[in-house]
């Protein structure tokens, strides 16, 4: 199956700094989502970006579908965006979400 | 709109016993899909349901199974519990079966 890799494992940041997080994948996606979990366990959609550039606020994504990576941008970060960040890939075959095992973000005041 | 909804919140089960989780899709989706996610992991995935027929499952036992309704909810029934089914359960419906998931609070299962 497909896997996904997404990096770094862990990041500590400031608040105010601004983070780039990273997702790999090894093979052709129908559709790519990132998302953060709260501490609660609540998956939150950030962004559904098969292909191209979106931006939501703070947050932007890109995804280079050709070159198999996706990237998630934080801008002046916040405490409340410390949490885990997932992205995750619907394979061409299938129309199921494969994970990555997620970028820890803690962002300290 | 209402989202994504889950029951129960938390549960408790002993080894060897069964469970029943619910899952009700956000308004205008036909498609539910159901998540495993154990302590430090990504999610895994069980299986989706479109219409009612099953559409696709992961690399889980039989004793995993599950159910969608004419009102597109659904439900992940567990049997023959192990202790290493301790995990958060995840469901997940969209519009169709390949478009954007939304994610409902999750079902924290501990078998003890």
């Known amino acids: 199956g497909i896997q996904v890799e997404q990096s770094p494992p862990d990041l500590i940041l400031q608040e105010g700094a601004n983070s780039t997080l990273r997702c790999n994948f090894s093979?052709?996606?129908?559709?790519l989502q990132w998302f953060h979990q709260n501490p609660w366990g609540q998956l939150i959609n950030l962004f559904y970006?098969?292909?191209g550039t979106k931006q939501n606020g703070r947050l932007s994504a890109t995804t280079v579908a050709t070159e198999r990576y996706s990237l998630l941008y934080i801008s002046s970060s916040q405490t409340t965006d410390s949490g885990v960040y997932f992205c995750?890939?619907?394979?061409?075959?299938?129309?199921?979400?494969?994970f990555g095992k997620g970028i820890t973000l803690s962002v300290r005041p | 709109e209402t989202g994504v909804t889950q029951s129960p919140t938390h549960l408790i089960k002993t080894r060897g016993q069964q469970v029943t989780l619910r899952c009700s899709s956000q308004?205008?989706?036909?498609?539910v899909s159901w998540y495993q996610q154990a302590l430090g992991q990504g999610p895994q995935f069980i299986f989706q349901?479109?219409?009612?027929?099953?559409?696709g499952r992961g690399n889980f036992p039989p004793r995993f199974s599950g159910l969608q309704f004419p009102n597109y909810s659904s439900e992940l029934n567990v049997n023959a519990l192990e202790l290493d089914d301790s995990a958060l359960y995840l469901c997940?419906?969209?519009?169709?079966?390949?478009?954007?998931?939304?994610f409902g609070p999750g079902t924290r299962l501990t078998v003890t």
């Open positions: 308004s205008g989706h036909n498609t």
């Open positions: 349901y479109y219409r009612e027929e099953e559409n």
């Open positions: 093979d052709s996606v129908n559709n």
């Open positions: 970006i098969p292909s």
């Open positions: 997940a419906s969209s519009s169709d079966r390949a478009y954007e998931q939304y």
């Open positions: 995750a890939v619907e394979e061409v075959a299938n129309s199921k979400l494969t």
